[in-house]
């Protein structure tokens, strides 16, 4: 850790200035903001737009106000980074390129198919290309720029561009649907109706209740908190086994 | 266009057999299918390639002869339910499909193909897709359709406890919601008359995958280093966890108390799972639990009496499927499965919504976990009003349904000749005409 500043991932905040999407620039937390037992007044701004673009978002709905209660219980910027980095380790699979193709399936012939074959995309350049598409038949933004610092971030925030969201969202109400039974026109106009994007198909928030949390050793209940890290464990004997690796993350 | 290719269009058309193939991400459920197929036609082959500790190369079938998948590492052509990368694809379809010894050998020019998509794919895939087929492949006439909707072409009666019509010529079911929970991730179609009504689909992203690498990271904090063994891993998943019935209940049961306040595990949720250890033994054992027997996940050091590996599991039995219900429980923003159903049918007009409650079918690899299905119809039914009434089904085998509702409707050859594209449709209109044609005209 020679240079704290080029080890951040937030220092680029600034460069976001070229970024025409991003409606409101904000200085994110940089160095290490331990949470410390005690409490002090904030300014209460209410959403949080340059947090909520770092959350693993539905991306189809913009989030509504979080209650009073659960506004205390937001990550810091730290845990969220951590958060949204386990969710991607937990849905990794091996699409590593480090099992090469056997030589007799190799790509021989010409053409488009063998650009589609030797295409190097994975599946987050696909989708930050169809986010790009929609964007710009809906006329609002740019065409794509091919770079790949682009793609990378777009394919964590996938919230841009959703245009034919679903309709019948929330409780359906004053779509004037019959209570019996459709008429083939109307079945016939419900299944013309295209498909969704891949962000705007994404399940919805979870619901009101109290996020469960769970010691991260033993799998029970995680009764208290790390003061260092914000780690969940059970119980003093949990809190042992994870100082151990605690003290050696943060010595 | 090349002059061969074009000599092959003029004699293309619909052909007598069918090729159908239900492309998932973890499997490739394939099968010739010339009339009245059944379920014994559809092989089962590993979707991907992969590399064992000595570096030898399996594609596809090959690993049902590999016995040593210690630290196997895997390439899968199909990322998140997409088929995305054709190099690797091409090769085990070359080798399940036109290889000599093929698994489900086939002439392209002589077949009709039904290949499968998950919803909402970006459309460049798809058209790379429809690429592939007609100009690497040839295959005669080709039909691109979402997976969930070839389940209403099954016998969806009988698993409502109705007659069975024993007839596979029957047209699709007219209201059925298709759960398809896989590998990548838990989708919810609601069919009309085997049409997918696109607006309302949702998708969850916990799928199979997401599960066996949940267990591999609880495994290696409690027993030992399971990062690199997807393999086996996968296999504890299957053979050792269930849905619980009562979470909080069952996660007081599986505590071994505070330090100073010892509490004895409900041995009926335990069990011992005996690793393999790729010499003498090559697949895990579930036994019950003994705890006499030293653990890997005990901190006491393992003494030299036994040789065996054996893993105790406790709530990282049920912990994992539970995300299904719960994704907030690793911190996703997203709402359990039966909230997703309720979301999708929400989406539909209101008189379509008591029909899509009481026909709804769950498949996919996940449909096989214990628990799984009385949970759901628990959840679902505590979220609907009273007067719906809620029946979940889940076909005898969920992985293959799919398969055999497309093989159901390649044997009726009238109504899968609507929905064929020829090669020489294909290479008269082009590609962006096959890509609005399988948008608006599915079967």
Same mark, same amino acid.
């Given at each position: 850790?020679s240079n704290?500043?080029?080890?951040?991932?937030?220092?680029?905040?600034?460069?976001t200035?070229?970024r025409p999407?991003?409606?409101?620039i904000?200085?994110?937390?940089?160095?290490?903001?331990p949470?410390?037992?005690?409490w002090?007044?904030?300014?209460?701004r209410?959403?949080d737009?340059?947090r909520?673009?770092?959350?693993?978002t539905?991306?189809?709905r913009?989030?509504t106000?979080?209650?009073?209660?659960?506004?205390s219980?937001?990550l810091?910027?730290?845990?969220?980074?951590?958060?949204?980095?386990r969710?991607?380790?937990?849905?990794?699979?091996?699409?590593?390129?480090?099992?090469?193709?056997p030589?007799k399936?190799?790509?021989?012939?010409g053409?488009?198919?063998?650009r589609?074959?030797?295409?190097?995309?994975g599946?987050s350049?696909?989708?930050?290309?169809?986010?790009?598409?929609?964007?710009?038949?809906a006329g609002g933004a740019?065409?794509p720029?091919?770079s790949?610092?682009?793609?990378?971030?777009?394919?964590?925030s996938?919230?841009?561009?959703?245009?034919?969201? !679903?309709?019948? *969202?929330?409780?359906? %109400?004053?779509? $004037?649907?019959l209570? +019996?039974g459709?008429?083939a026109?109307?079945? /016939?106009?419900?299944?013309?109706? !295209?498909?969704? *994007?891949?962000?705007? %198909?994404?399940a $919805?928030?979870?619901? +009101?209740?109290?996020a469960?949390t769970?010691c /991260?050793?033993c799998?029970?209940w995680g009764r208290?908190r790390?003061?260092?890290c914000g780690?969940?464990?059970?119980?003093?004997?949990?809190?042992?086994?994870?100082?151990?690796?605690?003290?050696?993350?943060?010595a | 266009?090349a002059?061969?290719?074009a000599k092959a269009?003029s004699t293309?058309?619909?052909?007598?057999?069918?090729l159908?193939?239900?492309?998932?991400?973890?499997?490739i459920?394939?099968?010739?299918?010339?009339?009245s197929p059944?379920?014994e036609d559809c092989?089962?082959?590993?979707?991907?390639?992969a590399?064992?500790?000595?570096?030898?190369?399996?594609?596809?079938?090959q690993?049902?002869?590999?016995?040593?998948?210690?630290?196997m590492?895997?390439?899968?052509?199909?990322?998140?339910g997409?088929?995305?990368?054709?190099?690797?694809?091409?090769?085990?379809?070359?080798?399940?499909?036109l290889?000599?010894?093929?698994v489900?050998?086939?002439?392209?020019h002589?077949?009709?193909?039904?290949?499968?998509?998950?919803p909402?794919?970006?459309?460049a895939?798809q058209t790379n897709t429809?690429?592939?087929?007609?100009?690497?492949?040839?295959?005669?006439?080709?039909?691109?359709?979402?997976?969930?909707?070839?389940?209403?072409?099954n016998?969806?009666p009988?698993?409502f406890?109705?007659?069975?019509?024993?007839?596979?010529?029957q047209?699709?079911?007219?209201?059925?919601?298709?759960?398809d929970?896989g590998?990548?991730?838990?989708?919810?179609?609601?069919?009309?008359?085997?049409?997918p009504?696109?607006?309302a689909?949702?998708r969850l992203?916990?799928g199979?995958?997401f599960?066996?690498?949940?267990?591999?990271?609880?495994?290696?904090?409690?027993a030992?280093?399971?990062?690199?063994?997807t393999?086996?891993?996968n296999?504890?998943k299957?053979?050792?966890?269930?849905?619980?019935?009562?979470f909080?209940?069952d996660?007081?049961?599986?505590?071994k108390g505070?330090?100073t306040?010892?509490?004895s595990?409900?041995?009926s949720?335990?069990?011992?799972?005996?690793?393999?250890?790729f010499?003498s033994?090559?697949?895990?054992?579930?036994?019950?639990?003994?705890?006499t027997?030293?653990?890997?996940?005990s901190?006491?050091p393992?003494?030299?009496?036994s040789?065996?590996?054996i893993?105790?599991?406790?709530?990282?039995?049920?912990?994992?499927?539970?995300?299904?219900?719960?994704?907030?429980?690793?911190?996703?923003?997203?709402?359990g499965?039966?909230?997703?159903?309720?979301e999708?049918?929400n989406a539909?007009?209101l008189?379509?919504r008591?029909?899509?409650?009481a026909?709804?079918?769950v498949?996919g690899?996940n449909a096989?976990?214990?628990?799984?299905?009385?949970?759901?119809r628990?959840?679902?039914?505590e979220?609907?009003p009273?007067?719906?009434?809620v029946?979940?089904?889940?076909p005898?085998?969920?992985?293959?349904?799919?398969?055999?509702?497309g093989?159901?409707?390649?044997a009726?050859?009238?109504?899968?000749?609507n929905i064929?594209v020829?090669?020489k449709?294909?290479l008269?209109h082009?590609?962006?005409?096959?890509?609005?044609?399988?948008?608006?005209?599915?079967?």
């Amino acid at each position: 850790m020679s240079n704290p500043l080029s080890t951040n991932p937030f220092c680029s905040v600034p460069t976001t200035t070229h970024r025409p999407t991003m409606p409101q620039i904000e200085l994110l937390p940089t160095t290490t903001n331990p949470s410390v037992p005690g409490w002090a007044y904030v300014l209460d701004r209410g959403l949080d737009p340059s947090r909520t673009a770092l959350a693993p978002t539905t991306g189809r709905r913009p989030r509504t106000l979080l209650p009073a209660a659960a506004a205390s219980e937001q990550l810091s910027t730290r845990q969220q980074a951590a958060l949204t980095r386990r969710l991607h380790d937990l849905d990794r699979d091996g699409t590593g390129r480090e099992v090469e193709v056997p030589a007799k399936w190799k790509a021989r012939t010409g053409g488009v198919v063998r650009r589609i074959l030797l295409s190097e995309k994975g599946w987050s350049h696909h989708l930050a290309d169809e986010e790009a598409r929609i964007a710009a038949l809906a006329g609002g933004a740019p065409p794509p720029v091919e770079s790949g610092k682009r793609r990378v971030r777009s394919g964590i925030s996938s919230g841009v561009g959703t245009p034919g969201g !679903p309709v019948g *969202s929330g409780t359906g %109400a004053g779509t $004037g649907e019959l209570e +019996e039974g459709l008429t083939a026109q109307e079945v /016939e106009r419900l299944l013309a109706v !295209p498909a969704l *994007s891949f962000s705007a %198909a994404r399940a $919805g928030p979870p619901g +009101e209740r109290a996020a469960r949390t769970f010691c /991260e050793i033993c799998g029970y209940w995680g009764r208290a908190r790390c003061l260092k890290c914000g780690a969940r464990v059970c119980g003093l004997e949990c809190k042992e086994q994870h100082d151990v690796e605690c003290r050696r993350k943060f010595a | 266009m090349a002059p061969r290719s074009a000599k092959a269009a003029s004699t293309a058309g619909v052909k007598n057999q069918t090729l159908v193939i239900d492309n998932g991400a973890f499997t490739i459920k394939a099968g010739v299918v010339a009339s009245s197929p059944t379920i014994e036609d559809c092989k089962v082959i590993p979707n991907c390639i992969a590399k064992d500790s000595v570096k030898k190369v399996w594609v596809g079938s090959q690993l049902d002869q590999c016995k040593d998948f210690g630290e196997m590492a895997f390439r899968r052509p199909v990322e998140k339910g997409y088929l995305v990368n054709w190099e690797a694809e091409r090769a085990i379809w070359g080798h399940s499909f036109l290889a000599e010894n093929a698994v489900a050998k086939c002439d392209p020019h002589e077949t009709n193909l039904l290949l499968t998509e998950a919803p909402n794919c970006p459309q460049a895939l798809q058209t790379n897709t429809d690429q592939i087929i007609f100009e690497e492949f040839e295959y005669a006439s080709y039909c691109r359709t979402l997976a969930p909707t070839l389940n209403a072409y099954n016998d969806i009666p009988s698993l409502f406890g109705g007659p069975s019509s024993g007839d596979s010529s029957q047209g699709p079911a007219e209201c059925l919601l298709v759960v398809d929970s896989g590998y990548s991730h838990t989708t919810v179609t609601p069919l009309i008359n085997g049409h997918p009504v696109q607006q309302a689909i949702r998708r969850l992203d916990i799928g199979g995958k997401f599960l066996t690498n949940y267990l591999k990271e609880q495994l290696s904090i409690r027993a030992f280093y399971a990062m690199d063994e997807t393999w086996i891993v996968n296999e504890i998943k299957e053979a050792t966890s269930f849905v619980s019935d009562n979470f909080s209940r069952d996660l007081e049961r599986t505590w071994k108390g505070g330090k100073t306040d010892r509490r004895s595990m409900d041995p009926s949720l335990l069990v011992d799972y005996v690793l393999p250890d790729f010499e003498s033994t090559f697949r895990g054992v579930v036994r019950p639990y003994d705890h006499t027997t030293p653990k890997m996940n005990s901190r006491a050091p393992v003494t030299s009496a036994s040789r065996d590996k054996i893993v105790t599991l406790g709530n990282e039995r049920f912990a994992a499927p539970e995300l299904l219900f719960n994704p907030s429980d690793v911190g996703m923003k997203e709402a359990g499965l039966p909230a997703v159903i309720i979301e999708s049918v929400n989406a539909l007009p209101l008189g379509l919504r008591p029909s899509m409650f009481a026909n709804t079918i769950v498949v996919g690899g996940n449909a096989l976990i214990p628990g799984f299905l009385e949970r759901l119809r628990r959840e679902v039914r505590e979220l609907t009003p009273s007067e719906y009434d809620v029946r979940i089904a889940s076909p005898e085998d969920p992985i293959r349904s799919t398969w055999l509702g497309g093989a159901r409707l390649a044997a009726q050859h009238q109504n899968l000749a609507n929905i064929l594209v020829t090669r020489k449709e294909y290479l008269e209109h082009g590609a962006s005409w096959l890509l609005r044609r399988f948008a608006t005209h599915g079967p």
